[in-house]
T-cell receptor, first 115, second 114 residues
Framework: AQKITQTQPGMFVQEKEAVTLDCTYD???????LFWYKQPSSGEMIFLIY??????QNATEGRYSLNFQKARKSANLVISASQLGDSAMYFC????????????FGAGTQVVVTP | GAVVSQHPSRVICKSGTSVKIECRSL??????MFWYRQFPKQSLMLMAT?????????EQGVEKDKFLINHASLTLSTLTVTSAHPEDSSFYIC??????????FGDGTRLSIL
């Protein structure tokens, strides 16, 4: 069963606008971690932001913030003030407790930032 | 700077040859390394989990005799694609995890089998 769901295959966003990328997850673990990675066309995976299941505050890292709604099992990524360099594939991932740290990835959302 | 180095970045070889891909953690001890495969426009699929000094744990459907994984030290894991065929062409990417860090990924290897 799919544990990470990203329902937006692709999105266009105008430069300087904010964009929200959706991510919902499914787990019965009490302790887990949620991650967002960016993958440009060159292929490398760039870590953006992390949210632990017990963290009470939403994670923020510069222009990235994670809207964590535990009861809804959602962990949406918000990118503020989009830049052309933000054009990339974005993956949501989850690490469950007894998984040796392995990540399960969503299908990804392709973001294209337009001038 | 990069904390995980993956080499080579691109390989083109003939069908039937074996290809070795290296994944090194540069400034931390990686107790666990992961190998993923990614087809074009798709997500990363975990192939196997590699713990230093023990046998790799393969995900369902991944042939362990086809994809040999060796995690010989706390900074190096290798993936060998044995007797590669065109259907093995893909983007392979490793990640490494220490005791506390989140996973850091290598830059990936584009493997093309002719």
């Amino acid at each position: 069963a799919q544990k990470i769901t990203q329902t937006q295959p692709g999105m266009f966003v105008q430069e300087k606008e904010a964009v929200t990328l959706d991510c919902t997850y499914d787990t019965s673990d009490q302790s887990y971690g949620l991650f967002w990675y960016k993958q440009p066309s060159s292929g490398e995976m760039i870590f953006l932001i992390y949210q632990g299941s017990y963290d009470e505050q939403n994670a923020t890292e510069g222009r990235y913030s994670l809207n964590f709604q535990k009861a809804r099992k959602s962990a949406n990524l918000v990118i503020s003030a989009s830049q052309l360099g933000d054009s990339a594939m974005y993956f949501c991932a989850m690490r469950e407790t007894d998984s040796w740290g392995k990540l399960q990835f969503g299908a990804g959302t392709q973001v294209v930032v337009t001038p | 700077g990069a904390v995980v180095s993956q080499h080579p970045s691109r390989v083109i070889c003939k069908s039937g040859t074996s290809v070795k891909i290296e994944c090194r953690s540069l400034d931390f001890q990686a107790t666990t390394m992961f190998w993923y495969r990614q087809f074009p426009k798709q997500s990363l699929m975990l192939m196997a989990t590699s713990n230093e000094g023990s046998k790799a744990t393969y995900e369902q459907g991944v042939e362990k005799d086809k994809f040999l994984i060796n995690h010989a030290s706390l900074t190096l894991s290798t993936l060998t694609v044995t007797s590669a065929h065109p259907e093995d062409s893909s983007f392979y990417i490793c990640s490494a995890k220490g005791q506390t860090q989140p996973q850091h990924f290598g830059d990936g290897t584009r493997l093309s089998i002719l």
